[in-house]
């Protein structure tokens, strides 16, 4: 099991932006794929980005296309999640995850096994 650390949460105006760290306890992290999940208040927790490896190899959610981007450094034992253009409905408890798999699986909590413990994202407009 990897322990997971997300970072980097705060309230930021509509139109702003924010970036997201997760750093896993061991370099395990830099060899599976790792995702973004958010859960706003009352809502189930969806999948929002996935980075199968270090080669660049991503997927996201329509919901976050070409606003979000995901990123790693291996170095750090790293993964990042750039968020741009933010807006109110991306407010949410944001939480990374690994999955003990060899590429990204589809972005449902039960495909994935170590988890984070979330940090906040609150966006006003």
């Known amino acids: 099991q990897v322990r997971l650390v997300e970072s980097g949460g705060d309230s930021v105006q509509s139109g702003g932006s924010l970036k997201l760290s997760c750093t896993g306890s061991?370099?395990?992290?830099?060899?599976?794929?790792v995702a973004w999940f958010r859960q706003a208040p009352g809502k189930e927790r969806d999948g929002v980005a996935c980075s199968s490896d270090n080669r660049g190899r991503t997927n996201y959610a329509d919901s976050v296309e070409g606003r979000f981007t995901i990123s790693r450094d291996a170095a750090a034992n790293a993964v990042y999640l750039q968020m741009n253009s933010l807006k109110p409905e991306d407010t949410a408890m944001y939480y990374c995850?690994?999955?003990?798999?060899?590429?990204?699986?589809?972005?449902?909590?039960?495909?994935?096994?170590?988890w984070g413990q979330g940090t906040q994202v609150t966006v006003s407009s």
């Open positions: 995850a690994m999955a003990w798999q060899y590429m990204c699986p589809d972005l449902k909590v039960g495909n994935f096994d170590d």
């Open positions: 061991t370099e395990t992290v830099n060899v599976y794929p």
